[in-house]
T-cell receptor, first 110, second 112 residues
């Protein structure tokens, strides 16, 4: 079993839709969770950073962590064509090692 | 605010040639620095990290090496490139261990 699993997509949605992106993980020691957005030929850009379980909201983005199910989600409301990118989840137990998902490619169609 | 710079953005090198990729961070002191390689459809693979000048930890055995000659400078090197070294190389930094990593825009390396 991979340490972090993420559906690679591609996921295509119409403009204005609510997007749900998810990752599952196997290591119960993970307690720091991140979502990054990566445009083509660019580095990942940090979107959300959460510690332990719960929800965090920032503008159109909401991150959810369910440690009991080992499942994290990123919701994008009112999606825009500019949200078209690859979204990476990442997690850490607190040391130097971060584990990244392979990314989900999202296309928001105008 | 903090910024991270990587160069070059794109590099094409022949097999057997040397490599030097540079990363610098501005606006912070004593950052933790990281080199990753990203393969298509796969997660980022940590290559090296550094907690201070001259301190390098290697995560995977490979043809590459890293150095940190100054507090905010991190260099990825190779004496002789292999075809398998092709990829997208990313540098990242963070402050303390409770903070997330922030990435540069990467170097796309092609080996011919």
């Amino acid at each position: 079993q991979k340490e972090v699993e993420q559906d690679p997509g591609p996921l295509s949605v119409p403009e204005g839709a609510i997007v749900s992106l998810n990752c599952t993980y196997s290591n119960s020691a993970f307690q720091y969770f991140m979502w990054y957005r990566q445009y083509s030929r660019k580095g990942p850009e940090l979107l959300m950073y959460t510690y332990s379980s719960g929800n965090k909201e920032d503008g159109r983005f909401t991150a959810q962590v369910d440690k009991s199910s080992k499942y994290i989600s990123l919701f994008i409301r009112d999606s825009q064509p500019s949200d078209s990118a690859t979204y990476l989840c990442a997690m850490s137990a607190g040391g130097q090692n971060f584990v990244f998902g392979p990314g989900t490619r999202l296309s928001v169609l105008p | 605010s903090q910024t991270i710079h990587q160069w070059p953005a794109t590099l094409v090198q022949p097999v057997g040639s040397p490599l030097s990729l540079e990363c610098t961070v501005e606006g912070t002191s004593n950052p933790n620095l990281y080199w990753y390689r990203q393969a298509a459809g796969r997660g980022l693979q940590l290559l090296f990290y550094s907690v201070g000048i001259g301190q390098i930890s290697s995560e995977v055995p490979q043809n590459l090496s890293a150095s940190r000659p100054q507090d905010r400078q991190f260099i990825l090197s190779s004496k002789k490139l292999l075809l398998s070294d092709s990829g997208f190389y990313l540098c990242a930094w963070r402050g303390d261990l409770n903070q997330p990593q922030h990435f540069g825009d990467g170097t796309r390396l092609s080996i011919l």
